[in-house]
């Protein structure tokens, strides 16, 4: 029985997922190209597909601060294209057709958040939560881990203290579901273009 219900920030609960991000940087690629600036659009490019994932993985356990991540990448590309990068990783959009499920959920299941989430993100996160009771929210940037370095999870297990196999973790990464199954966790592998009503009602 799921007592307990973990939740993804980037993809889940954020409609601002991974894959939404490749597909804008791909669009802005291709404007970059029509107007000749191929060193720019060449980074772009390479931001989407993984090219910078160690930068980004140190970004998002705040092994290097916001401040050094963007200065690395504004040295990489320049400037103007760091300025874009930035503004759509910092663009949240709330996942009302999910908050609007979770907050029946809520009556029943503790509600956690488990993300990997760089410091500057974070902030802007806590400005913004759907208006939902989480028990505990777990950032990345807290612990200096994240959850593909699987420490996250133990983390989160030790801290919580939760049976994982009354635990559903919900996330959008494929990777990440993976791991939490093998640290004994219920999971779904969540997809923005689902119907949240669906997914959730036998949960209810």
């Known amino acids: 029985m799921i007592k307990n219900i973990v939740l993804d920030w980037h993809g889940v609960l954020d409609l601002n997922s991974p894959m939404m991000l490749r597909k804008e940087f791909i669009k802005v690629f291709f404007k970059l190209l029509l107007t000749f600036n191929f060193s720019q659009a060449w980074h772009i490019l390479a931001f989407g597909f993984d090219t910078y994932s160690n930068a980004i993985e140190d970004y998002s356990s705040n092994i290097m601060s916001p401040a050094d991540f963007w200065e690395h990448i504004s040295k990489k590309t320049d400037p103007k294209v760091s300025n874009q990068i930035r503004q759509a990783l910092m663009e949240i959009k709330p996942n009302i057709d999910l908050e609007k499920n979770l907050k029946s959920l809520s009556k029943k299941h503790k509600l956690y958040i488990l993300s990997d989430c760089p410091l500057d993100k974070k902030i802007l996160i806590e400005n913004n939560l759907p208006d939902l009771l989480f028990k505990e929210k777990f950032y990345s940037c807290d612990y200096?881990?994240?959850?593909?370095?699987?420490?996250?999870?133990?983390?989160?297990?030790?801290?919580?203290?939760?049976?994982?196999?009354?635990?559903?973790?919900v996330d959008d990464s494929k990777k990440n579901i993976e791991i939490a199954k093998e640290f004994g966790f219920q999971t779904l592998w969540y997809k923005t273009n689902q119907n949240a009503n669906q997914i959730f009602s036998k949960f209810s």
């Open 144 to 169: 200096k881990t994240t959850k593909r370095q699987k420490k996250l999870f133990q983390v989160f297990l030790e801290d919580t203290r939760l049976n994982p196999k009354e635990t559903l973790f």
